[in-house]
């Protein structure tokens, strides 16, 4: 598995894959990103020294990932990590975080100590598409709650139950709302083949390929786009 990558085209950055704590929730229909989860510490401290070892500040950003929530990341690792980005110059970070952690944002930006985007998976705005579908267990009352917490929201695009209208509701929420996006095309897994459809993915290539061409907004045909996992 890649564990560190080099992000050349949009936002230039460079990114870790790290592995941290089970997901606080870890019920999503389609993840197995928890795979990479362990509750060995060795293990965890020993993936983080050595890929943030590679890490050079050269473009001044780094991302970094754990099939879960930066909060999930032992103290010490993430304190190692605050200290990488003072040592190597870096001016912006960016992680992700489950919906739960949302209270601590404020927090977590500010132990960084440089600014940080929080990336939050709402895959849709789609209530039951979210929650029953996706089993996100992820409830807010409208789009203007999530822009208060974050600027930066990724989206799930191709599964089953998702329509051309919910769809393109959801990219208009996006452009109308946050700052930063990623949407990711649907890559079944082992425990999600069934939810895939090919013709929502279809038209949304589509549909949207000027996409491609927005500063901010970041698609993935494949969940490994990024060069990691």
Wanted: hydrophobic share 40%; glycine share 6%.
């Amino acid at each position: 598995m890649n564990r560190y990558a080099v992000i050349t085209g949009k936002l230039p950055r460079e990114i870790l894959l790290l592995r941290g704590l089970p997901c606080v929730w870890g019920r999503c229909t389609f993840c197995d990103y928890i795979d990479d989860n362990t509750t060995d510490l060795g293990e965890i401290r020993r993936v983080a020294a050595a890929e943030l070892a590679k890490v050079t500040g050269r473009l001044g950003r780094l991302e970094v990932i754990n099939s879960g929530s930066i909060q999930e990341l032992p103290l010490d690792v993430r304190t190692a990590i605050r200290d990488l980005l003072t040592d190597r110059g870096i001016m912006e970070f960016i992680c992700e975080s489950y919906w739960a952690y949302r209270h601590t944002f404020t927090a977590t930006r500010d132990f960084f100590r440089v600014p940080t985007r929080i990336k939050l998976g709402v895959e849709t705005f789609d209530d039951h598409l979210r929650n029953v579908v996706l089993n996100k267990r992820m409830v807010f009352s409208d789009p203007a709650e999530v822009a208060r917490l974050t600027d930066t929201i990724c989206l799930l695009v191709g599964f089953r139950g998702q329509t051309r209208e919910t769809v393109a509701r959801d990219i208009d929420i996006l452009l109308r709302h946050f700052r930063y996006g990623c949407v990711n095309l649907f890559t079944p897994n082992r425990k999600s083949a069934a939810l895939l459809d090919e013709d929502i993915k279809a038209w949304f290539r589509e549909t949207y390929a000027d996409l491609a061409d927005h500063p901010t907004i970041e698609v993935l045909e494949e969940n490994t786009d990024f060069g990691v996992g």
